[in-house]
């Protein structure tokens, strides 16, 4: 039971964090609700065309955005987790010529994950269903997402293993997100592991990306949430800090994109609050 919790706070952490392909491998537990507050910064000043070729923005251009996220995770069952996430955004593009900022919500996520098969304990299959509601205009450049309603669902695979006396995890998670009223549909995964480093220090590790499909064949690499059309790869790795182990801990990550199609190059980094209620 202690390796499976440890299993449980990484996931929840990757669950809460991730800004791609986030899922929920294990359930939260009945009755059990889980906070996690998220500081997230991200850079950018190069993009990658069609042909992935790597170009920077003329005139020194470059786009930053702070973002903090409350992420919240609720046992309503042993295998039914409900999950709200809310961000807020800071961004701004600018060069030598001009700059546009704008502060806002972002896209709202409410849903849930149920674990429907687990054989033995250190190995289940979940699935999971977001609802996405856009908190903001689309006047106002740059906007921090399409400005649509939509769904997302995937299925995750998740387990665990002992590495001589060191409890690791893994998370396999794959699916799709498609806005109404559009024609963009999007293929999403991620692919997470995490050890334990030592007392309450986890290392945690991520590979994901995204791939968007739609009609609309415009690409604007300066307003970065408006295309449609791109893919994009990441990997990231991550310290997790359990100050009382069944409580609070400490989160921070670095994310580096590597890869990718019409879509900025950009780097992040983040610092999140974990409380277990």
Known sequence: MKLLFHFLLLIIFLSGLS??????????????TTLINGLFYYHANAFWDINR??????EEGYYNS??????????????LTG??????????FQNLSFAENRCSFGDIEAGF?????????????????LFLYPAYDSSTSPVPGFGYTGIEGS???AGGLLLGNTGAFYQISGGFRSYFE???????????????????????????????????????????FINT?????????????????????????????????????????????????
């Open 19 to 32: 800004s791609t392909a986030s899922a929920t491998g294990f359930p939260a537990g009945k009755n059990n």
């Open 53 to 58: 070729n790597l170009s920077y923005y003329d």
């Open 66 to 79: 702070l973002t903090y996220r409350v992420y919240v995770e609720h046992g309503f069952s042993t295998n």
């Open 83 to 92: 999950i709200f996430s809310a961000p807020y955004t800071c961004g701004s």
């Open 113 to 129: 994950a149920y674990r429907f098969y687990y054989p033995k304990e250190d190995f289940m299959l979940s699935a999971k269903v």
């Open 155 to 157: 299925l995750i695979a």
């Open 182 to 224: 559009t024609d963009i549909w999007q293929w999403i995964y991620s692919v997470n592991a995490g050890m334990g480093l030592a007392n309450n220090l986890e290392l945690l590790l991520e590979l994901s990306g995204r791939w968007s499909n739609s009609g609309e064949v415009t690409f604007n690499p300066q307003n970065i």
């Open 229 to 277: 059309n791109f893919d994009f790869h990441k990997v990231s790795a991550g310290l997790l800090w359990m100050i009382r182990p069944a409580s609070v801990g400490i989160l921070g990550q670095v994310y580096l994109d590597y890869s990718g199609s019409q879509v900025a190059k950009g780097r992040s980094a983040s610092l999140s609050l974990l409380l277990i209620l």
